[in-house]
């Protein structure tokens, strides 16, 4: 069986670039959905876990958001918003796509805002408010700053997640990377189910790759992990993880 | 039969639930199934090499880098690439849910084992514990409740995960979800996550009790002193 073959021949027929069903329009789709769901989820979260994290209040949502957003299943929101929305105006399924990822959005930039904010060590916080700093500044002068980089690593697991889910929309009618595999699902045509995977699995690698990069250049080095034979702490099963998707 | 949904008609038909009761026991079980099955054998898989990765600490950037690539691609996007190869069957719904429970599963026994206090371990060696003995008897015990808390969100991340198993003609309760969209019924979409969420907060429960009852040192109340 030649697979791969025929997966390539189908990756590189020119038929398949051009047009209102080829690969460039439906990797811009794709593209567009997941960042307009994140970064509209992010609106959202962020504010919010900001507010939670620094005032200490409404703790329990933050937390409880960030246990239901693993526990409720996206293809189950896909389904419920399906029918909800068929008379919204619109593409048929860009609603519920669109519902679905910017839920799966906001849970891990709350959680990842929240945890951030809120692990400033405290006495350097009553160091900066000693030194008069006002309530405003101690947030954008210490805390943001120093939650910067969970806050990126929240956004990463937001992004990679909706990326991926993204492909689900196809599913519900919608457009994006997804079509490819789900009309090769119905046609039985296996290198178009294969080319198109291969399509969303390397957008949603990546967006970790690009995501983790940026994690990179706001994280400041500290001095315990430039010395060499320093063991490092290997992070647990916590919030903030280390790898987005699985969905 | 299956009525479609028109104007006018309620959002949860109860009758239709009534009607399907014994569907809805059937898909309920497929779910669970394909969760156990995933969960173990993917503690099967993770637990030896974690505790390679505990013993030989380069071993585990490599590890973690190969698992956390597994987990970056879309469920939908694995299960279509092993359909060429093992076509619509539990083994293709299987592969991608095992392979996505081994990055949760692997670090969390690898923390929870570097989380073993020095002392204890020092102590047990200084009893003359064999490496073994010292891992079996002191290492694993005390990392239990690490490690049922990566089983915990394995297990969650799983339950939702199985829904998707659907498209490639499994699904348990996302066969309700799928049957939603492909008919327009938002009672069936409703009853597939409903019972989903339910069933990873159920099973979340249950394995805060079974870990609270492996290890009650973990939790026993500091009695106050007189």
């Keep these: ?247 | 039969m299956i009525r479609a949904q028109v104007e006018g008609q309620p959002y949860i038909d109860w009758g239709w639930i009534a009607d399907h009761m014994d569907d809805v026991w059937t898909r309920l079980i497929e779910h669970s199934y394909l969760t156990f099955l995933a969960v173990a054998i993917g503690m099967l898989i993770s637990f030896p090499l974690a505790i390679f990765a505990h013993r030989h600490r380069r071993s585990y950037g490599p590890i973690a880098a190969v698992t956390g690539l597994l987990y970056t691609i879309p469920s939908l996007a694995l299960f279509a690439f092993l359909v060429p190869y093992t076509r619509l069957s539990v083994l293709t719904a299987e592969i991608g849910l095992v392979s996505y429970t081994l990055l949760i599963l692997i670090r969390g026994v690898v923390s929870g084992l570097s989380g073993v206090p020095s002392d204890a371990r020092e102590a047990a060696l200084g009893m003359g514990y064999s490496r073994s003995e010292l891992l079996w008897r002191v290492e694993l015990p005390l990392s239990t409740p690490v490690i049922i808390a990566g089983i915990r969100i394995a297990t969650v991340t799983t339950i939702g995960l199985v829904t998707v198993t659907a498209l490639i003609g499994k699904g348990g309760l996302g066969f309700f979800i799928l049957m939603g969209i492909d008919r327009n019924f938002p009672t069936a979409s409703l009853l597939g996550s409903i019972l989903s969420l339910g069933l990873a907060v159920l099973v979340d429960f249950l394995l805060v009790r079974v870990e609270r009852l492996v290890t009650p040192w973990a939790h026993r109340e500091r009695r106050a002193t007189i």
């Design chain 1, 1 to 247: 069986m030649d697979l791969f073959g025929a997966v390539w021949t189908w990756l590189t027929a020119a038929e398949n670039w051009s047009g209102s069903a080829g690969i460039p329009v439906r990797l811009w789709e794709h593209i567009q959905m997941s960042a307009q769901a994140t970064i509209l989820g992010a609106l959202i979260a962020f504010p919010a876990g900001v507010y939670i994290g620094h005032k200490r209040r409404f703790e329990f949502v933050a937390v409880t958001v960030g246990n239901f957003g693993r526990a409720l299943p996206s293809f189950g929101i896909l389904g419920l918003t399906y029918t909800f929305t068929l008379n919204w105006p619109g593409n048929i399924g860009f609603w519920p796509t669109f519902i679905a990822l910017f839920l799966l959005a906001i849970p891990p930039i709350l959680a990842n805002t929240y945890v951030g904010v809120k692990g400033v060590d405290a006495d350097t916080v009553e160091a900066a408010r000693g030194m008069g700093m006002r309530e405003g500044e101690v947030l954008t002068r210490l805390e943001l700053p120093l939650a910067t980089p969970l806050i990126v690593s929240g956004l990463r697991l937001a992004a990679v997640q909706v990326v991926a889910t993204a492909t689900l929309g196809a599913v519900a009618g919608w457009g994006g990377l997804g079509r490819f595999i789900v009309d090769g699902f119905s046609v039985g045509d296996d290198p178009q189910i294969v080319g198109g995977a291969l399509l969303v699995a390397l957008l949603a690698v990546a967006t970790e790759v690009g995501f983790g990069l940026l994690e990179r250049v706001v994280t400041p080095k500290t001095r315990s992990q430039r010395s060499a034979g320093g063991r490092r702490v290997l992070p647990g099963p916590a919030i903030g993880s280390e790898a987005g998707s699985a969905s």
